[in-house]
Every structure is written in C-alpha cells, then in structure tokens.
C-alpha cells in the first residue's frame, strides 16, 4: 500500500479554522490566450481581499486548459504559485494553495507530481474520469493520488462533470491518511448529509474539514450545526469554510460573510439576518451559475461579473461556444440592480489598477 502524503501543520491549522477559497478563474485575451497580467491580477485580489487560499486547475479555471491545443495546465498553475508567493510576502500570511487534481490514475499522478513540486499544498480531487468505476478502484486510484499529494475529496455534481458518490465510498475515501479536507459540492441536501455523516462515523472530525462547494446552499451549509448519532454518541459537526466558484467574484464580502457567520455560532440573534442574506446570495448565484440552464453559463457568468470589475476584458473561454445563456445577462443585471450589497465594486476599483501593473 503507497504511503500518505504530509499535509503542513500550518496549512492544516488553517483549514480547519475555516476560510474562503474562491476557484480561481481563466483570464483570456480576445484570442483566447492566458493574459498573464490579468490573471495575476485576479490572484493578488484573492489574496488581498482576505481570502484564506486559492483553488487552480479547477473546475472554474475550465478543465479544458490540460487539453494539448491549450498546454494552460502547467503555465496558469506556476502563475498562480508565484503570485500567491507574492502575496504571502506582501502580506506576511501563509496562504493555502490547492490544485485541482482529475483524470484517470496515471494522469492524476502525474498533475499531483507537478502540482507538489510547483510548491501546492494539496490537491482537489476530481473523480469525473472515472464514471463506471466502482468504489474498490475509486479508492485504489485516490490512495495513489494521495501518496502525491495531501488531499481534498470533492462531490462534485454530475452536471458539472462529477459523478454520484455514496456513503460508503466517503466511509473509505475517509480511512486515506492523506485526506485534509472535502470540498462538498453535490448541490443535493441528502448527498451532503452523506459526507457528513461518514465523516462523523470515522472520528477524523479533528483532522479533516468540511467544505461547502454547494452554490445554492452557502450560507445555510456554514451556519448549520450537524449532529449525528454515531460511535455510540452524538458528534457535532460544521463546515470550516468554502471552495466555491460563486467566491471568484466579490470575494471582499465572502469574507466578511464567513466572519459573521463565526459571530453567529456565540450569538444567536445574528442569524435570522443572515438567513436572509441566504436568500439573496441564492438567487444571485442562480443568475450567475445560470441554474436555469442547467449551469451551462456558469463560467461565463462569473467572467461577466469580472468583466464588468474591469478583471477581464471579455467573457471568453476556452471553448469559443461557451457563452451566457439566453437571458443570462438580464437575469445578472437583475441580482446586481437587486442586491448592490452583495459586490466588492469599490474595493476593486480601489486597488485594480496596483493589481494590474
């Protein structure tokens, strides 16, 4: 059996506080190449807007740029690792870098290889690729990830290139020493309580933090208090934070949010608010997340909000066919129009133009 990968003691302290992880997005040109002086721009915000880590290689950073016509995979996470070094001098902070991880066996491994020597802290693991597996070779094939790396789980939706995991895979993925966190992304309330619960069943609760990944269900996930009979007791249980694509844009306040839902847990009488703020975040995330549509302009979404911040200069990604959606676009000027409390915009306009040089 491989060894286990270490995870940093202070990376893990970290984690298991509790921060905000946005899933960093692609900036392109109109020609659809990495401008790189964007991208960095988009790091430095992260960081500076109080974000705990950065998520590359994921999902939001559209899986497409490991396809060979690309060849994005290796730049954009040795961008992302320099900047954020930056930033941690600048800011004289530790930051927690993840890297998305997917792809059958030999693949995985060899994104795990890189992404440690680049200087990431651990890997979000993608079991997309693996469809038809069952659970005896998704656990082989995450063991040997894990001697790589130090690792995330991630439940990702089948929407979104994911696939259904049961509890007794999480009961497994869980006996991995290696495994530091799971970022829980189902957008499916019985899915999530699976995580939880085999979470709780495995008394690694000390050692292994929840993450919401659940766009629809932010602020609920964060504030909810599980508790779940197992080992012959009750054991309660929170999610530390969230690695979220919706955390790509208006991060300054996904921070102040995940910091008054941590002044809600010792006073109550915060939370009827924040249930309402819940609501709004909701409805925000389905304009840019196009919920509508199956999720199919969720890139393109969050690019319009970094468009509009002057982050990007246009929504392209990689695939010159991904757009918003028919009534996309006025259902964000809707959520934006409705909520003006929810954006960063002055913090961005503040210091964009330092984090463009």
């Known amino acids: 059996m491989p060894s286990s990968a270490k995870i940093d003691p202070e990376i893990q302290q970290i984690l298991s506080r509790g921060a905000v992880i946005p899933a960093h997005p692609l900036a392109l040109n109109a020609d ?10 988009l790091t430095r915000y992260y960081c500076e807007a109080g974000a705990g880590g950065v998520a590359v290689g ?11 016509r690309a060849g994005l995979f290796e730049p954009v996470l040795e961008l992302a690792i320099e900047t954020v070094r930056e930033c941690e001098r600048n800011l004289g902070r530790r930051i927690v870098r993840i890297a ?8 995985a491994i060899g994104e795990a290889q890189l992404a440690r020597r680049l200087g990431y802290d651990s890997g979000l693991l993608s079991l997309g690729a693996l469809r038809t597996a069952g659970t005896p070779e998704l656990i082989e094939h995450c063991r040997a990830v ?3 790396i130090p690792l995330l789980g991630f439940y990702l939706q089948p929407a979104a290139g994911g696939r259904i995991l049961d509890i007794e895979f999480w009961r497994r993925f869980l006996e991995i020493e290696s495994v530091v966190a799971i970022k829980v992304a189902p957008f499916n ?4 309580l699976d995580v939880v619960r085999a979470l709780a069943e495995s008394a690694r609760e000390s050692e292994v933090a929840l993450y919401t990944g ?24 929170r999610f530390a934070g969230g690695l979220l694509g919706h955390w790509a844009v208006w991060t300054k306040r ?8 941590r002044q809600c847990r010792s006073q109550p009488d915060l939370t009827a608010r924040l249930l309402a703020d819940a609501a709004e975040i909701t409805d925000a995330n389905a304009a840019l997340f196009d919920a509508r549509n199956g999720f199919a302009g969720c890139i393109a979404g969050l690019h319009e909000i970094l468009r509009r911040q002057g982050f990007l200069q246009g929504r392209w990604c990689l695939d010159p066919d991904e757009d918003l959606s028919p009534g996309q676009i006025e259902e964000i000027d809707r959520v934006c129009r409705c909520y ?7 913090f961005v306009a503040d210091n964009l133009d330092r984090w463009l040089r």
Do not use: M, W
């Not at 659809?32 to 960095?40: F, S, T, W, Y």
């Not at 996904?254 to 839902?261: C, F, G, K, S, Y």
């Not at 003006?340 to 002055?346: E, G, S, T, V």
């Open 254 to 261: 996904a921070v102040e949010l995940l910091e008054r839902v």
């Open 100 to 107: 998305g991880i997917c792809g059958t066996t030999t693949q």
């Open 58 to 68: 994921v999902h939001t950073t559209q899986f497409a740029i490991r396809h060979p």
């Open 340 to 346: 003006p409390h929810l954006n960063d915009d002055a």
């Open 214 to 237: 659940n766009d629809d269900n932010i602020v609920a996930d964060l504030l909810t208090e599980f508790r779940v009979c197992a080992r012959d007791q009750v054991v309660s249980l």
């Open 32 to 41: 659809r190449k990495l401008d790189e002086r964007r991208q960095r721009a």
């Open 189 to 192: 309330r019985y899915q999530t």
């Open 146 to 148: 894990g001697s790589e």
